[in-house]
């Protein structure tokens, strides 16, 4: 049985690996790809240590890293995807899709998750060639242009305001109404570099070699709008379907944890997972545009902490979602799957019947 057990390839699940290794932790790091989200983006400028680099050059950079401390202390298990989870005595066994399983004393889940595409004509096409869905990684690429905005959430009025900090002018457009707090909605609507529509119908993006105009549609009629620059936030699909009922869930299927320490938390005795229809009307995406306020302030309220279990990254339900937060989360737990496993082992029986013997 290996000391501790982490499923994902990202800046997470990296930065516990090679922690794990260097505190001779019996590990085993199961991912089917590397580098998380960003190995799409085609310049990374928030990456800490690096100026700029290639999602790609980033995702070759964690796995070379973590490559290093592979041996004695830490196994790799890549391209193997994680399918099921299930609690044995003393630890927990995770099942690969190569039909082989793993047991471990503890578990980190650094799974992350995707961003829910936009799904109209040309969106496939200019993919990372003026469409993004991310404003930290890309946004300060596209200084002094114009620039729209899909969405109508939080995620979409927080990204607006940051795009406004500056680009030429900033156009947000969502689906239904603004659902973002109402205090968001309305400074980011006094910026005089802001047009905001609502109701309406996305139709396609056109362009040449790079994006050119995003077409829509509204009570008024069909319009192009002259942009070079898309950044879509209509929501995130956390990968945690893989994990059933193991550990609670919010409503956007993210898993709860300690901010404290990242450890997960037992879903509520008698109650299956609490799944909301997100904007797209699809199970399992986290709906940006509902307002934080509406939902509730502490989630883990009345839950009790899973004994082997933590979480980091874009799976949880941490409040920012960044390559740097998630690495720094991923540490975090770590430290405490560390103090666990050595608590732990410092009172099993047999340490125990020996202090005994001792005494």
């Not at 890293?65 to 790799?76: C, D, K, N, P, S």
């Not at 992350?112 to 946004?139: H, M």
């Not at 009922?245 to 008698?270: C, E, H, M, S």
């Amino acid at each position: 049985m290996y000391d501790l057990a982490i499923v994902g390839g990202g800046p997470a699940g990296v930065s516990a690996g090679v922690y794990a290794a260097r505190k001779r932790l019996k590990t085993i790091l199961i991912t089917d790809d590397w580098g998380g989200q960003s190995n799409v983006s085609p310049e990374v400028q928030n990456w800490i240590g690096e100026k700029s680099i290639t999602g790609l050059d980033l995702a070759r950079k964690l796995r070379e890293h973590v490559e290093v401390y592979a041996g004695e202390w830490l196994t790799i298990r890549s391209p193997h995807r994680a399918m099921s989870i299930k609690e044995i005595d003393g630890g927990i066994e995770i099942t690969c899709s190569d039909g082989k399983s793993h047991e471990a004393q503890t578990l980190l889940i650094a799974s992350g998750s995707n961003r829910r595409k936009l799904e109209i004509p040309g969106a496939k096409e200019y993919d990372q060639k003026g469409l993004t869905y991310c404003a930290s990684c890309d946004g300060p690429l596209f200084a002094d242009q114009d620039v729209a905005v899909v969405g109508g959430g939080n995620a979409a009025f927080e990204t607006a305001m940051q795009l406004l900090a500056y680009c030429k002018s900033v156009t947000l457009l969502a689906r239904n109404d603004f659902r973002a707090d109402e205090l968001t909605v309305e400074k980011v609507l006094k910026n005089p570099k802001l047009k905001a529509f609502k109701n309406v119908t996305m139709l396609a993006i056109e362009g040449e070699k790079f994006v050119t105009g995003l077409r829509y549609k509204d009570a008024s009629g069909e319009t192009l709008l002259p942009v070079t620059g898309i950044f879509v936030e209509i929501g995130l699909i956390p990968n945690t379907e893989w994990l059933g009922d193991i550990v609670a869930k919010n409503k956007y299927r993210q898993i709860i944890v300690d901010p404290w320490t990242q450890r997960a938390f037992l879903p509520r005795a008698g109650s299956g997972p609490d799944a909301r229809l997100g904007e797209s009307g699809s199970r399992g995406v986290v709906d940006t545009t509902m307002s934080e306020t509406q939902g509730p302030r502490n989630e883990a309220d009345g839950l009790l902490p899973a004994s082997r279990i933590w979480a980091a990254g874009d799976c949880t339900n941490g409040k920012y979602h960044q390559n740097n937060i998630a690495s720094g989360d991923a540490v975090k737990a770590l430290e405490d799957i560390y103090a666990f496993i050595h608590m732990e082992k410092n009172h099993s029986p047999a340490v125990e019947e020996k202090a005994a013997i001792v005494v």
